[in-house]
């Protein structure tokens, strides 16, 4: 029955006025409304209808329970993979929270990490310098070698199979202790952005920054927040302007359609193929007050796939997120 017709407005009102004149012990009734908009009232749900949202009335007609109509699988599968991305975001906030706890409690103050940065740093140096320096030895070695090898040479005489053996071991040594060179050198580098990033993060948590520092550029700097796409709100108002910034950040760099888009989350379809980009966004509370951003990037699961998770090309755009969000909170406070 269409609930929209005066004719059944008319026996509405009737189903009313008999729902309230009912007896203590009368049935519950219900009231639903099918896929084509008819209203119905029984006390009794048919089971073709049990899918439907309904709502149990009282003998005076109001509403004291509304049941939900049921979920379609799909709409079960979106719910799972919510719950998925929560769960992966608070433990990524939990880590995060795990070394703060672990930072503050293990140094009394900032000369205490800045004291253990300096012996890690000269510690990395003397293991630099020490393989430079047998790569020079071994250098001079090779020089060496290859003299005796040119004076065989030059007097025509047969270079010995032994002094080829230990040029070419020489040459062997001298490449590998090159790459030994290379690999701390790259270890000292990122020693260097971890250690900066500890610093910063030690000063935040004890508030020894000055007072006049904008908020914004303390939360900037919070360890591994840019490589894990981290954006901190300050308030509600700020975190409703980063939702839709951030909605545009991700529908740009989203090589799949758009799949979800609620006040929790904003996520695009699965990737498909290997270069596809799948960027979702959630937003979770951090405590009472507080509330992040948090950006993530899916590729198809192929060795293609993840090779392309762990680019360099991945790592700029989880990169760039916060500072995005920052820019364009800021013109907005400019305009």
């Known amino acids: 029955m269409s609930y929209n017709s005066p004719k059944s407005r008319f026996i509405v009102a009737i189903i009313l006025f008999a ?3 009912m007896p203590a012990y009368a049935k519950k009734m219900y009231r639903w409304e099918d ?9 009794q749900i048919p089971p073709e209808h049990s899918k439907f949202r309904r709502d149990t009335l009282s003998k005076k007609g109001r509403v004291l329970e509304t049941t939900d109509r049921a979920k379609t699988k799909e709409e079960q599968e979106l719910d799972k993979r919510l719950q998925e991305l929560r ?10 929270k795990s070394y703060d706890r672990v930072l503050v409690s293990t140094f009394r103050s900032i000369d205490d990490l800045l004291l253990m940065i300096k012996g890690k740093t000269e510690s990395m140096e003397s293991q630099i310098k020490a393989t430079d320096s047998n790569l020079n030895r071994l250098q001079f070695q090779l020089d060496a070698q290859q003299k005796k090898a040119a004076a065989f040479e030059r007097n025509a005489q047969k270079v010995p199979n032994e002094l080829l053996k230990d040029i070419s071991s ?9 790459i030994s060179i290379n690999r701390l050198i790259e270890k000292q580098n990122q020693m260097k952005k971890a250690d ?4 910063e993060r030690y000063l935040f948590l004890t508030q020894l920054r000055t007072e ?7 939360i900037a700097s919070i360890k591994d927040a840019n490589e894990l796409g981290l954006f901190y709100c300050e308030n509600d108002h700020q975190c409703n302007k980063a939702w839709e910034i951030g909605r545009n950040f991700v529908h740009f760099h989203s090589t799949t359609g758009a799949d979800i888009d609620s006040d929790k989350l904003i996520m695009s379809r699965q990737p498909s ?7 979702s966004l959630s937003k979770i509370a951090v405590n009472e007050s507080e509330y992040q951003l948090f950006l993530d990037i899916r590729c198809r699961d192929s060795s293609l796939g993840k090779e392309l998770c762990n680019s360099q090309k ?14 364009a909170l800021s013109r907005m406070t400019d305009q």
């Open 19 to 21: 729902l309230c004149n």
């Open 35 to 43: 896929e084509q908009g008819n209203v119905f009232f029984s006390d």
């Open 87 to 96: 769960s992966a975001q608070e433990k990524i906030i939990e880590k995060q």
């Open 170 to 178: 020489t040459q062997q040594q001298i490449q590998e202790t090159q």
């Open 196 to 199: 900066n990033a500890d610093i």
């Open 212 to 218: 006049n520092q904008p908020k914004a550029n303390l």
């Open 273 to 279: 193929k290997d270069s596809d980009l799948s960027l």
């Open 314 to 327: 991945v790592n700029e755009i989880r990169s760039a997120f916060r500072p995005y969000i920052n820019d």
